[in-house]
């Protein structure tokens, strides 16, 4: 698999529509996984707005598209104590966004079925930050009705890659619902 930074989820019946309309977007790649494709675009912005532009003036591609979510964080895995030590490193960066804000981590885990626990390792995660924005003097908390952000992993067998969604982000593009 090649270097990606968004995952989209397609709805049944909606593939071939999706990565039709995809490939005018960035390159997409296939992946191991039910109804999810891969891509890298060269601006998640630019690409967001896209989808958003598209969606709404084709129905047919708004039914094909279930989820999307671009990532700005990635890493390759080779096994769940590699990846939470990865996931670990790579979390406090999202820190400086999530001061004094409401927020929850969401994992869609694709593959390492029955090793990764995606729940054990969301409250690993957010107790993280926690701690972390706690020692700082900006202490968030875990709120899952409406927070201010979600932190969504998205893995894709060997690899990982996270964003932080906004309150704000979730409004404007209906798409990138992280849950």
Known sequence: MFDWNAVVSVRA???????????TLGRVERTDYYNVLALKVDDCALFLEAVKRDTGLQPELRNALARVVPVSQSFLFQNPAEFEA????????????????????RMHR?????????????RLLARQLIERLEAAGTPAQVEFDDPDAVLVIETLGQWAGLALVTREQRARYPFLEPE
């Open 13 to 23: 019946n909606g593939y071939k529509t999706a990565r039709r309309y995809l490939k």
């Open 86 to 105: 990865r996931a670990r490193e790579v979390v406090p960066v999202f820190a400086p966004e999530l001061a004094k804000r409401t927020f929850h981590v």
């Open 110 to 122: 694709r593959g390492f079925r029955g090793q990764l626990a995606s729940q054990e390792i969301e």
